[in-house]
């Protein structure tokens, strides 16, 4: 029998913020290490942000695969992410893992990321991004506004909030679906 031992953990990655960043996707926290490809945001191979990334922009699911290995091409990602104005954080800092998986329903945020201060690292931002429900309730509690349905957005200010789908597989939607959402943050 295993026994698992709850820690707090802080965030394994420093906030991803290129200038002229316009898009700002805010998980709610990494994976553990040892379920990482790579050392930079979405790190789980079974996880699809990268491969919707690459349907949208690329055409190819496969775009940011290393081919016949496990792992996404951290490189090239972050190039794309820097030349697309994309930044990455998420919005817990610190949380406490209640089972030993990465799961956001057994996640507790000990301190949530400060996203105001985030913004302002990134003036030209307008357009916020949750990738779960968890990160979704830690923004509209942040802006005191309500949650967009899945796929929408509201407006909170200068700011636009979009909701997307979990890119975790086990978010019941097939990944062409996932991408057809996705695709509206970039119109």
Not at 129 to 150: H, L, M, Q, R, W
Request: hydrophobic residues 40%.
């Amino acid at each position: 029998m295993t026994i698992f031992v709850s820690v707090i953990e802080k965030h394994p990655f420093q906030p991803f913020l290129p200038d002229g960043a316009r898009i700002l996707f805010l998980g709610s926290f990494p994976p553990q290490p040892h379920r990482w490809c790579m050392p930079f945001y979405y790190p789980n191979w079974i996880n699809d942000f990268w491969r919707i990334m690459g349907l949208i922009h690329f055409g190819d699911k496969e775009h940011f695969c290393v081919p016949e290995e496990k792992r996404f091409d951290e490189a090239l990602i972050r190039q794309f992410c820097a030349d697309a104005g994309l930044a990455f954080y998420d919005t817990a800092c610190e949380v406490r893992r209640l089972k030993d998986n990465a799961s956001d329903a057994f996640l507790e945020v000990i301190t949530p990321t400060d996203i105001p201060a985030l913004l302002a690292r990134i003036p030209e931002c307008h357009t916020l991004v949750t990738t779960g429900e968890k990160a979704s309730s830690i923004v509209a509690e942040t802006f005191g506004c309500p949650i967009p349905p899945v796929g929408e957005y509201i407006d909170i200010g200068p700011l636009r909030f979009y909701r997307m789908p979990s890119t975790s597989r086990a978010y019941p939607l097939p990944l062409e679906k996932k991408a057809e959402a996705y695709r509206k943050l970039f119109k």
